[in-house]
């Protein structure tokens, strides 16, 4: 039984540049959520899918971010002209309906 | 927006002494969760929370849904030095909405 999967664990880039992000959820789970998480902090939730369909965003997630889940599968997250500010974990998490949510190792993202 | 705030921020225990923690939200969840996050990793779901009053165990960590739905415990019993980490608790208000975070209690055990 594999768990949620995210790639790559880290990242470092110069500001300006775009990252993409990869999540593959548990493989029967039809929701995945992304959410970030800063220094002394808990996750904060950026947006999740139901299959494909994109279903909320936080008003967290600026137009610099996309996210896509096109087969209802895995999904992708996107981070245009990277900030300092973005700097962060980026967690995944998958559930089955409305049922737990079962994270990731995350992404841990620095721009430079 | 919605807050939860855990106490204590950080805890120094004996290996063998038993931790109590909680979180307190302004508002009601109907799903409380509690995770357990090591450096560098994702939160792992310890226990989950659905109805008021609930208390619920998983091996020596106990958890309760305070009966207002504004507040939950956990406790772990006889500390071990592995229990080193950060505990979060999580609120839903229903499934189709986010999970909200405190922002943590970093558990420290003396050997």
């Known amino acids: 039984d594999t768990g949620v999967s995210q790639d790559p664990r880290h990242k470092i880039t110069k500001r300006g540049q775009n990252v993409t992000f990869r999540c593959d959820p548990i493989?029967?789970?039809?929701?995945l959520y992304w959410y970030r998480q800063t220094l002394g902090q808990g996750p904060e939730f950026l947006t999740y899918f139901q299959n494909e369909a994109q279903l909320e965003k936080s008003r967290l997630l600026s137009d610099r971010f996309s996210a896509e889940r096109p087969k209802g599968s895995f999904s992708t997250l996107e981070i245009q002209r990277t900030e300092q500010g973005d700097s962060a974990m980026y967690l995944c998490a998958s559930s089955f309906g409305e049922n737990e949510q079962y994270f990731g190792p995350g992404t841990r993202l620095t721009v430079t | 927006g919605q807050q939860l705030n855990q106490s204590p921020q950080s805890m120094f225990i004996q290996e063998g002494e038993d931790v109590s923690m909680n979180c307190t939200s302004s508002?009601?969840?109907?799903?409380w969760l509690w995770y357990k996050q090591d450096p560098g990793e994702g939160p792992v779901l310890l226990i989950a929370l659905y109805k008021a009053g609930e208390l619920t165990s998983n091996g020596r960590l106990t958890a309760q849904f305070g009966i207002t739905r504004k507040d939950s415990f956990l406790n772990i019993s006889a500390s071990i030095p592995s229990d080193v980490g950060i505990y979060f608790c999580a609120g839903q208000l229903r499934g189709n909405t986010p999970l909200v975070f405190g922002k943590g209690t970093r558990l420290s055990v003396i050997a």
């Open positions: 508002s009601i969840f109907n799903t």
């Open positions: 493989s029967e789970h039809n929701r």
